[in-house]
């Protein structure tokens, strides 16, 4: 008997010789042997656990039935041996049997030993120590146990108890260790196993016919096998049977049966999985067949041990491609947990096989399982073929299902739906659940609208919400232009804004009506229209305008809208863009134009000249506007507003208005003196009788003193109608009013000599005469004057220290200076423009352009009044009428001279 006892060591026993001396042999990899003595007289049973370094061992020790159990810890050491951490009797009770099998939990906490009587005694608690465990009969019986093994399901622990007649399970974990009776057929000793420990583990019982799988609580599948069954073991996924072919061989009392030692042995090595045999031979006598070290060992009886190494995984795939066992391939490749490049190889492999045959439909099946790995034009250029658009529609499918296909994928199955006139097919595509698209929507509405399923196509477009297909198809394809106005309505502010602004002019044609509702409530709080089924916000959004200036050129063939646009615009916000006001000035100056109604035309004209009175009207815009259309109130109206009152007197001039020229000089006169004297030069160019008007001008420039009489005769010299009796009253007034300005001249000029000459005389008489004076209080304080004062010879007397005190100089007298300094300033002043004068005309004389030294004498303010100048009180002095005779003299020898 051969088992693992650690990675890379074996125990052997052999079952002919152990019993003689008792000893447990290891094997190393190297193949080199150890032992030590387990028992006195032999061991009949070991079990290795394969997560602790524990050996149990079955043994007897002294003649007779008494089998021992040892335990032994191979990590210590005693004496140079395995330390043995327990012994303790196997038989129940005083019952002496034989020990038919063993099993071992491992966890250590569970170990059970089956008996030839059909007794398990189980050991619950610490195996390894005495203390820590006890010992319970779990199953009376009569006929002998066969096999046993232990099965961990979470937290749950079951034994599987096979017999010759029945298979049984015990459920640890419950109290009284309820039992279930899984089969009533059992299996010969050797024959029971349990797959690779997980939450699905079973239990192997090999019978002769059949290979039986058990669940805890049912029997799985069973698997027919020929052959009598000697031995059954379980590694890694396959099952290692050891049979005999002859029907009536000799058993033993346990169902094994008896072999010669020449007899052959049958070694087959399932995989139950992918249900193929690995591997089958022929050996002679096989006593035990182990897995260790990647490999499978079969001892035989003659002391032969042979070695299987299992082909790699490649190597295998290989061979079975060979044969195009390509489904065998597939399972072996699953499970050897071969990545997906493999597998994917693996499919292409057996889909070029399948399409070599003919089975095109089996093909594509298999080319659909590399998608994600194979070049999907690798299978596309397969199935170009028109009758093979079947399958390359299925492979275009699954393609787009797992989100890999690109532009010329869909571009490719679209066409494929159409060619096939697959509305089924094609609507299902397209009608996917959102989380289920897996292509590109807008290449899909393209190839839908080349191909002429419109409504496929805007079903696609809505769904996705790619606004622009939708309308484009709606207005170009359907012509559905309700509902594509529809659709705009239902947009956010941004994309209906947008959409407005492209289509708007395609709308406003075919439906004027609705488009120009949508762009009423655009411009002023856009909100997007929902669906019955759509929640209202609780929070209102924030307020959406557009800018109405900019769907002005929507309404280019529809004036009966957009007036109504702009009306509706202007009447909910007064601040509205001043386009919007001038393209509804204009469109009402157009009607006011066209109409021949004499009251409706008199109520567009109070419509748009209320346009001009807002604020918001651009005055340029608004004055070429009424000028285009002859709208005399409102340029007239522009002309007042902007104070270009000459423009008014030229309208009204070119349209010879005669009293409306002469009205305007009155109302604008004032501000701008100029025109009456544009009014006097145009009636004087006028051949028709204008003295009514040229006399009335005439008389507010006489009273105005706004010409010279010598410039109104030569304007009124070019007027062949106007006699001298128009201008008489005129210049009659005129001449009076200069000789009495003569007269008062002259008068001025004696005054002026009489005061000289009273000056002269008292210059003299104080120069010559003595003065006295008699003033008894003093001029500043107007106290009593005392010594010592001081006496002036204007006559004023002042106390000394008051002079002192207030006084800036003491040789002039405090009340005088002031009007002495304004009398020596004018003075100065005369000096000073008698010198510039004579020097003006010096250089007036020798400049060859007097003009400019006119220009730079007026710009120095040569010419300006000096405002220091006045009349002395009780006018005394006549130096302001002098400067201003000066002034007027400058002017006249200056004008002569230029």
């Known amino acids: 008997m051969m088992i693992s006892v650690k990675p890379y060591d074996y125990v052997f026993f052999d079952s002919y010789n152990a019993h003689m001396d008792g000893q447990i042999w290891f094997l190393t990899r190297s193949l080199q042997l150890s032992s030590f003595q387990a028992y006195k007289l032999r061991v009949t049973h070991l079990y290795q656990l394969k997560q602790h370094n524990i050996l149990v061992s079955v043994g007897q020790d002294e003649p007779g039935i008494n089998p021992l159990v040892k335990v032994w810890n191979l990590d210590k050491k005693d004496s140079g041996s395995p330390l043995c951490t327990r012994i303790f009797p196997a038989i129940p009770g005083n019952k002496p049997t034989e020990v038919s099998c063993l099993s071992v939990h491992e966890n250590l906490n569970f170990m059970a030993i089956g008996f030839t009587d059909g007794s398990v005694v189980l050991t619950k608690g610490d195996i390894t120590r005495d203390r820590h465990s006890k010992t319970l009969s779990l199953h009376e019986g009569n006929c002998p146990i066969t096999g046993l093994a232990f099965r961990q399901a979470g937290k749950v622990t079951h034994l599987f108890v096979a017999t010759l007649e029945k298979v049984q399970c015990y459920t640890l974990s419950v109290k009284e260790y309820p039992r279930i009776e899984l089969d009533t057929h059992g299996c010969a000793l050797r024959c029971s196993a349990l797959t690779d420990p997980s939450q699905d583990s079973q239990f192997i019982v090999a019978g002769d016919d059949c290979v039986y799988l058990y669940q805890p609580d049912e029997r799985g599948p069973c698997f027919a096998f020929d052959g009598h069954k000697l031995l059954t073991h379980w590694h ?458 040229i006399s009335e001008v005439l008389q507010h420039i006489d009273e105005n003193n706004l010409m010279p009489p010598l410039l109104v005769v030569q304007t009124l010299a070019h007027n062949s109608t106007a006699s001298l009796s128009v201008i008489k009253d005129y210049l009659i007034n005129k001449l009076e009013r200069e000789t009495q300005q003569i007269e008062e001249d002259e008068r001025k000029i004696r005054q002026y000599r009489e005061e000289t000459a009273h000056l002269r005389t008292e210059i003299q008489e104080l120069k010559t005469c003595a003065k006295i004076f008699q003033k008894t209080k003093c001029s500043m304080c107007n106290s009593p004057l005392e010594l010592p004062s001081v006496h002036f010879l204007c006559g004023h007397s002042f106390h000394q220290h008051c002079l002192e005190s207030f006084a800036e100089s003491e040789a002039e007298c405090p009340t005088c200076t002031p009007e002495n300094r304004k009398v020596m300033d004018m003075l100065r002043a005369q000096d000073q423009k008698r010198d510039l004068h004579d020097h003006f005309h010096r250089q007036l004389k020798c400049s060859n352009d007097g003009f400019s030294v006119i220009a730079d004498y007026f710009g120095r303010g040569v010419f300006n009044k000096l405002t220091l100048i006045t009349d002395p009180p009780g006018g005394k002095s006549g130096a302001g009428n002098l400067e201003a005779e000066f002034s007027r003299d400058l002017l006249i020898n200056t004008k002569r001279n230029v």
């Open 236 to 693: 890694r996924g396959y099952l290692l049977l050891i049979t005999h072919n002859n029907k009536s061989p000799s058993k033993s009392e346990f169902g094994s049966r008896q072999t010669s030692p020449t007899e052959k042995h049958i070694l087959t090595i399932y995989d139950l999985d992918n249900k193929f045999i690995a591997y089958s031979a022929a050996f002679d006598d096989v006593i035990d067949v182990l897995a260790e070290w990647g490999s499978f060992y079969v001892l035989t009886r003659d002391r032969t041990l042979y070695m299987l190494q299992e082909k790699d995984t490649q190597t295998k795939l290989e061979m079975l491609f060979k044969k195009n066992l390509f489904v065998m391939a597939i399972n072996l490749a699953k499970s050897q947990h071969l990545d997906n490049d493999g597998l994917s190889e693996i499919f292409r492999q057996y889909g070029d096989h399948l399409y070599v045959k003919g089975d095109h439909d089996g093909a594509i099946q298999q080319y659909i399982r590399t998608i994600g790995k194979l070049e999907p034009s690798y299978v596309i250029r397969k199935f170009l073929d028109a009758q093979r658009i079947h399958n390359l529609t299925a492979y275009l499918q699954a393609l787009h299902r797992q989100s890999l296909a690109n532009a010329d994928h869909t571009t490719l199955l679209l066409n494929c739906y159409t060619k096939l006139k697959d509305s089924s097919k094609l609507e299902e595509f397209i009608k996917s659940n959102e989380s289920e698209v897996h292509f590109d929507v807008e290449i899909a509405i393209k190839v839908l609208r080349q191909a002429g399923y419109h409504s496929h196509a805007v079903f696609l477009a809505e769904k996705h919400m790619h606004h622009e297909w939708y309308l484009k198809i709606q207005l170009e394809d359907l012509k559905n232009y309700q509902e594509a106005l529809r659709y705009i309505g239902r947009l956010p502010f941004d994309q209906a804004e947008s959409n407005m602004k492209r289509y708007g002019k395609i709308l406003m044609h075919h439906v004027p009506e609705s488009s120009t509702i949508l762009l009423k409530r655009l411009c002023t709080d856009y909100q997007p229209n929902k669906d019955s089924t759509d929640r209202d916000s609780l929070d209102r959004p924030a307020e959406n305008k557009a800018n109405p200036e900019e769907f002005i050129p929507v309404f280019a063939n529809n004036p009966r809208e957009l007036r109504a646009f702009l009306e509706h615009m202007i009447e909910v916000d007064p601040f509205s863009p001043e386009g919007v006001y001038d393209t509804l000035l204009e469109l009402r100056l157009q009607d006011w134009a066209h109409e021949q109604d004499p009251g409706k035309k008199k109520v567009l004209q109070e419509a748009a000249l209320s346009l001009l009175r807002s604020d918001h009207t651009v005055f340029d815009k608004a004055l070429v506007l009424c000028q285009m259309h002859n709208f005399k109130e409102g340029v007239l109206y522009l002309y007042e507003k902007g104070k270009l009152y000459q423009q008014i007197m030229h309208y009204h001039m070119q349209n010879e208005e005669y009293g409306k020229v002469v009205e305007a000089c009155k109302r604008y006169g004032d501000s701008e003196v100029c025109l009456w004297e544009q009014a006097l030069g145009y009636f004087a160019r006028k051949e028709e009788n204008c003295k009514a008007y």
